[in-house]
């Protein structure tokens, strides 16, 4: 007897056995259901998917003997036929090597004539993106009427090869990626009635390695069959199918984050010495890296993370001890190294160096805790006057000891006084009604924040808004009466609201938004220029013997 592959003992007899495609096969049950089949279908997807397996069972549904219905018997004469391929109704077509015009007029000849014995005479059209131009212009007029006992299903990997006037003509169903759990489930029950024993762990390597193809999941089964026999070990499944043993991508992960350099070294090693695939591996921790980031933002949502309930563990345990900042840097870090990994004759050295750099990554973190800290001290001296005197002297005999890099001085200008807002109480007014309103229309909030205040009076208020749409909407009758309303609320007055529309030389107090971005930049321009002169800043630019390239400001820390 011979051996029949997996992925042809396995294929779906019914829209119940295609997995992971239930939006398409509900939507082909109710047409069944409703009489409402399309004359043409178009089954797009990557390889082994589902989408001929489809086609076919399409074709049982309109044709069995008990049917249409979306429940085929598989034993009658025309379900049997279509199955095995020998129905003279319902024909397969490789569109690799069927693509002349004169293939496609043979075909259409054909057309013409009753189906034989079935219902429906069913042209399933695989590859169709490999039809010649001419032999498309040809279908189309078919397409267009075909006569009713006609459906075409046209099934394709490339989609976008095909032409508008075809795509236009059918009704598209997008066959999805197999979610490796699905892949997983499906192997379980298929060795379950093979009888072959293999553990889950090792499932789950196969389905992972398929990467969504459930047929290419079957043969990559059928291969370690063939090689370990009816009873599998993990590590034969790791042999036959040279994949990266999951365990080497945690510990790899584990060293990083222990900023163990050592270890990251071995594992380089051990991936060389099994003759593992040193990209593969890269592009497996990148893909982890994400994981991980995803475990720490979802806490571990299953279904955004492909992979089996004990990596998750792993996985949400190893996270509990990283910050997002970190996996972010991480990420980054691994995703810029894998360009070069990628592109590098020397793969193994790239690797080596980038998980080096990874495994460092501690010190460069204090940099950054440091300049917190220096921004933390200002925020501390701002809070007692008789300081900061001292301390510009501190700083200046601090420079002038030693010989430490001359950093340029920012201009002396004088700091934004921030108490400015107090002093005019006017604007403080302003300010506060123009926050009352945010918080209750962000749109008018917003064109309030951005318009110019010319006169503030007892019952009345001049502005000058930005530009004409925002002048406009802020004329029309239902925001007067808005403003009127959030001014009787904030004020215990009612103000009318004149607007006008002011020349830009005109003068008149800053926007309430113009004014913000100047405090923001007053404000970050004398954090940055502390940060520059600290102390403890200079000190490290002496130690490193670096210069500082940027100095990122919170302005929200100061507050
Ligand atoms: N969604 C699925 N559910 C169950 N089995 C599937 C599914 N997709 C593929 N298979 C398995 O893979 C085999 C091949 O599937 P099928 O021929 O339908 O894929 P395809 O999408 O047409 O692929 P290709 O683009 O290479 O033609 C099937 O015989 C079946 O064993
Ligand atoms: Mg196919
Ligand atoms: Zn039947």
Redesign the pocket.
């Known amino acids: 007897m011979s051996y029949l592959v ?7 007899q019914n829209f119940e ?5 239930e939006h398409v096969t509900r939507t082909l049950t109710n047409a069944i259901n409703n009489d409402r089949v399309a004359h043409a279908y178009l ?1 797009t ?12 069972i399409m074709a049982k549904a309109l044709n069995c003997a008990e049917g249409p219905t979306p429940h085929p018997c598989n034993e009658c004469g025309p379900c049997r036929e279509i199955s095995s391929g020998t129905s003279v109704d319902v024909q397969e077509i490789d569109g690799a090597s069927n693509t002349s015009v004169d293939d496609i007029r043979a075909l259409k000849e054909s057309i013409n004539y009753l189906p034989s014995v079935c219902r429906k005479k069913i042209y399933i059209i ?2 169709v993106h490999m039809l010649s131009t001419s032999a498309f212009n040809a279908l189309l007029k078919t397409l267009e009427e075909p006569p009713a006992h006609v459906i075409f299903i046209f ?3 490339e989609p976008h090869k095909l032409p508008g006037t075809i795509l236009s003509r059918c009704q598209r169903f997008d ?1 999805k990626r ?1 979610p490796i759990k699905l892949i997983h489930e ?1 192997l379980r029950s298929i060795v379950e009635e093979e009888k072959i024993k293999i553990s889950d762990k090792g499932l789950m390597i196969i389905a992972r390695e398929a990467d969504g ?3 290419d999941a ?1 043969s990559l089964l059928d291969q370690v069959i063939s090689f370990a026999g009816n009873e599998i070990s993990d590590d034969e499944i790791i042999d036959v199918l040279g994949v990266i043993d999951r365990a080497l991508i945690h510990e790899a992960v584990k060293a990083v984050i222990d900023r163990d350099s050592k270890a990251c070294l071995a594992i380089v090693d051990k991936l060389f010495i099994y003759g593992w695939d040193v990209k593969e591996f890269g592009k497996e921790l990148l893909e982890h890296f994400r994981n991980l980031a995803v475990v720490k933002v979802t806490e571990g949502d299953p279904a955004l993370v492909e992979s089996n309930i004990d990596e998750l563990e792993i996985m949400k345990s190893t996270v509990q001890n990283v910050s997002m900042g970190d996996l972010h840097m991480l990420f980054d870090l691994m995703a810029k190294g894998m360009d070069d990994i990628l592109r590098s004759f020397h793969p193994k050295i790239s690797l080596e160096m980038l998980l080096l750099k990874m495994s460092t990554l501690g010190n460069l973190r204090n940099i950054d805790d440091l300049l917190m800290a220096v921004q933390g001290m200002e925020f501390h001296e701002e809070l007692t006057p008789a300081e900061p005197k001292k301390r510009a002297e501190d700083k200046k005999e601090f420079k002038s000891e030693s010989h430490y890099k001359e950093i340029p001085a920012e201009s002396p200008k004088e700091p934004y006084d921030l108490s400015v807002e107090a002093k005019l109480p006017v604007e403080a007014d302003w300010n506060g009604f123009v926050s009352h309103v945010n918080g209750k229309s962000r749109p008018l909030g917003s064109m309030l924040e951005h318009a110019h205040l010319i006169k503030f009076g007892e019952d009345s208020v001049e502005l000058s808004p930005s530009n004409t749409f925002e002048y406009e909407k802020l004329s029309d009758d239902k925001t007067q009466k808005l403003l009127l309303a959030f001014s009787l609320e904030y004020f215990g007055v009612e103000k009318g609201f004149d607007i006008q529309l002011l020349d830009k030389e005109v003068k008149t107090i800053n926007s309430v938004y113009e004014k913000k971005k100047q405090i923001e930049s007053d404000k970050s321009r004398k954090l940055k220029k502390e940060a520059m002169e600290h102390p403890m800043v200079l000190e490290s630019l002496n130690v490193f013997g670096g210069s500082v390239e940027e100095i990122k400001t919170d302005l929200n820390f100061n507050e």
């Open positions: 997996l992925a042809r003992k396995w294929r779906p056995d295609l997995v992971g495609q089954f997807g990557a390889r082994g998917v589902g989408k001929t397996s489809a086609a076919r695989d590859e099934a394709t990997t066959f197999i499906r193809g459930l047929r079957q």
